[in-house]
């Protein structure tokens, strides 16, 4: 089972909680990764180095990691704002880099336990 982490997160570029675009890149160490959620704005995500791991649609709001899609370094995935998704790295770290329009806000899926 993956840890839950948000990654190590570097702003390139805007600033997401605010109006406008922003660029953010973050690297997610071996093994690490989100749980379900979503944002309420569009995201274009690259995939910069390492495979980095997703699952996108209505199937995930439960977690379950061997579902996910292996997105090696060149990568680009769409996520649409309210886009169900949980993401992360598995064998090796990885490094995204993020596009969207601020503010953005993140909405997790899961009830706390």
């Known amino acids: 089972e993956m840890v839950a982490a948000r990654g190590n997160q570097v702003v390139l570029f805007g600033d997401p909680s605010k109006?406008?675009?922003y660029v953010?890149?973050?690297?997610f160490k071996a093994g690490t990764?989100?749980?379900?959620h979503y944002h309420d704005q569009d995201r274009l995500v690259t995939v910069v180095k390492g495979t980095w791991y997703v699952h996108l649609g209505p199937e995930?709001?439960?977690y379950a990691p061997e579902k996910m899609t292996p997105m090696k370094a060149g990568s680009f995935v769409y996520h649409p704002a309210f886009g169900h998704h949980y993401d992360g790295a598995h064998e090796e770290d990885a490094t995204v880099r993020i596009v969207g329009m601020g503010p953005v806000k993140t909405v997790n899926l899961e009830q706390p336990k």
């Open 60 to 62: 995930s709001d439960v």
């Open 19 to 21: 109006p406008g675009l």
């Open 33 to 36: 990764g989100s749980r379900p």
């Open 24 to 27: 953010v890149q973050i690297t």
